[in-house]
Structure formats: C-alpha cells, structure tokens
C-alpha cells in the first residue's frame, strides 16, 4: 500500500486518491507472523501552492478535478 496523502490529491487534480487511514488485526492464521511497515514522510515547502499540475498529459487526457477555485487554492502550510 502507498499512501499518495492529500496532497498528492491536489497536485494530480484529484486522480491520485488518499488511502483511508486504519489499523486492523491480522486474520487469525497471520497473527503470529511479525509484520514490518516502512514509512516515509515528504513535505512541500510553506509557500508551495497546491495547484493541480495541468500540463501533465495523463491530467490532461483523464480530466483534472479542481478542490477550489485557483485563486482560492491552498499552501502546504501546517
């Protein structure tokens, strides 16, 4: 699983979706396995808008879907 987050959601204009965050319990025959997650955290600059990137081709060929309207678009600010 790779979790793209939501700002990845608004640089491809919605095309790479956000995974739903959760935790469960292996099935029971998988319990008694130890299980490994790797993480890796990644963060834009403050002043970055998050703009859909319009001149990709896949964006361009399967439609981009605009969260706000360009003026009103956000800052990777935390």
């Known amino acids: 699983v790779i979790n793209t ?5 608004f640089f491809s204009g919605g095309f790479y979706k ?10 029971q025959d998988q319990r008694a396995y130890d299980r490994l997650g790797a993480c890796y955290f990644t963060m834009a600059d403050d ?5 859909p990137l319009a001149h990709s081709p896949v964006l361009k060929r399967v439609g981009i879907e605009h969260r706000c309207p360009d003026e009103e678009v956000p800052l990777s600010e935390a």
Do not use: S
């Open 18 to 27: 956000p995974t739903i965050h959760r935790v469960i319990q292996p099935p």
């Open 47 to 51: 002043d970055v808008t998050l703009l």
């Open 5 to 9: 987050g939501d700002m990845m959601e």
